[in-house]
């Protein structure tokens, strides 16, 4: 059967809304007040308002929306926001695809957009104990009409350094098609991980939480491989004795856990 003849001959515009949530998280160790400091001053430099901003332009372009406002704040002491609200741009509809997979750079695809809107927030952190420090950083996009804002997933988390993933993805409300009857989905998922590329796939390990039945989707992700020397600022591994090292090494993948699990762990676990 050709793609032509899968679409839904539809009554009026596609107000299904396509809501897609994600957090990333990076997390390093950093030995002292002073580099814990340094960390929290490099984070708020590299994604400041304006980076995010050039962010969200990037994943507008991407999948073919028009800017309408644009609102960025940078927070004292640490942290910054962005809200950008979009619109659709008009675009033939061979051109929109329903087929599971990764979405493309940002010259080869083609969407549009209606009342939607693409926001991030950072939440660098540092605990003055333990030497653990944090940058979090909550990205929502939300598409109202036929793309799936699932396309720009590739480019986002390839715009961030991040040791864990954790994503949401709900399609809310139905729209009609020609005969009345309703459609609460007008796309085919099986997974989030369909829309992800090789090499993410590679260097992450994944888990799904999907209710088919509600369409909602839950996929979390962590790194496979651990390179202690990522995770160190101001210092480098060499600069500890093997046995520090090796008790920073325990503290960090631990810290990984909780995140990732989302709950306290016993240092033993």
């Not at 960390?39 to 800017?67: F, K, P, S």
């Not at 653990?132 to 986002?156: E, H, K, Q």
């Amino acid at each position: 059967m050709s793609r032509h003849k899968k679409q839904i001959k539809l009554h009026g515009f596609n107000n299904l809304t396509k809501s897609l949530s994600f957090n990333i998280y990076d997390i390093c160790y950093a030995s002292g007040d002073r580099h814990r400091d340094e960390y929290i001053a490099y984070i708020d430099e590299a994604y400041n308002a304006q980076r995010l901003t050039q962010i969200l332009t990037d994943v507008a372009h991407l999948i073919g929306a028009n800017i309408l406002d644009i609102s960025r704040q940078d927070y004292d002491p640490q942290g910054a926001s962005v809200t950008m609200l979009i619109s659709e741009e008009p675009v033939a509809t061979e051109q929109i695809g329903y087929t599971e997979g990764p979405g493309p750079l940002p010259e080869t695809v083609v969407g549009h957009l209606d009342k939607s809107h693409i926001t991030v927030h950072t939440y660098p952190e540092a605990h003055p104990e333990g030497g653990i420090a944090t940058f979090r950083a909550d990205i929502d996009v939300s598409t109202c009409g036929r793309i799936s804002p699932l396309r720009a997933l590739n480019y986002l988390i390839h715009s961030f350094e991040s040791d864990i993933v954790i994503m949401d993805y709900r399609v809310r409300g139905f729209t009609r098609d020609v005969r009345g009857k309703k459609h609460f989905i007008d796309h085919k998922i099986n997974s989030i991980q369909d829309f992800l590329s090789r090499d993410t796939k590679d260097k992450y390990q994944m888990v799904d939480v999907n209710v088919y039945q509600e369409y909602l989707f839950h996929t979390k992700m962590v790194l496979k491989d651990f390179d202690l020397d990522n995770y160190l600022f101001g210092l480098g591994k060499d600069d500890y004795s093997a046995k520090e090292a090796k008790r920073i090494a325990k503290l960090l993948k631990h810290e990984m856990m909780e995140i990732f699990y989302g709950k306290n762990m016993s240092r033993g676990s």
